[in-house]
Nanobody, 124 residues
Framework: QLVESGGGSVQSGGSLKLSCEASGYTYSTYCMGWFRQAPVKEREGVAT???????SYADSVKGRFTISKDNAKNTLYLQMNSLKPEDTAMYYCAADPGIGGYCLGTFSTDFSYWGQGTQVTVSS
């Protein structure tokens, strides 16, 4: 089970930190990711981190968002800075064993397990 928290409403330029706590998964052996979905848009990848802490980001968030994890706490994080109105979406945490914890890819179809999501709203 994956449970996200930390969403909310913030003004443009503000920051939020999302968390994703897991039960039944060992983060150190999984590929983990953050995705988002805005109304009438497809779910898109935001960032991924693998078992070796290799990270990848969507171009739209590079330099503003940081993905990280605390294996001891089995918690995944997404630090979001310099938020823009176009970042408004439901944010989802996802996990997949991948290949030995290495991510298969950055698409939603590459992940097997999903949280319920947390809403992020950025006003201008």
């Amino acid at each position: 089970q994956l449970v996200e928290s930390g969403g909310g409403s913030v003004q443009s330029g503000g920051s939020l930190k999302l968390s994703c706590e897991a039960s039944g998964y060992t983060y150190s052996t999984y590929c983990m990711g953050w995705f988002r979905q805005a109304p009438v848009k497809e779910r898109e990848g935001v960032a991924t981190i693998d078992s070796d802490d290799n990270v990848s980001y969507a171009d739209s968030v590079k330099g503003r968002f940081t993905i990280s994890k605390d294996n001891a706490k089995n918690t995944l994080y997404l630090q979001m800075n310099s938020l823009k109105p176009e970042d408004t979406a439901m944010y989802y945490c996802a996990a997949d064993p991948g290949i030995g914890g290495y991510c298969l890819g950055t698409f939603s179809t590459d992940f097997s397990y999903w949280g319920q999501g947390t809403q992020v709203t950025v006003s201008s």
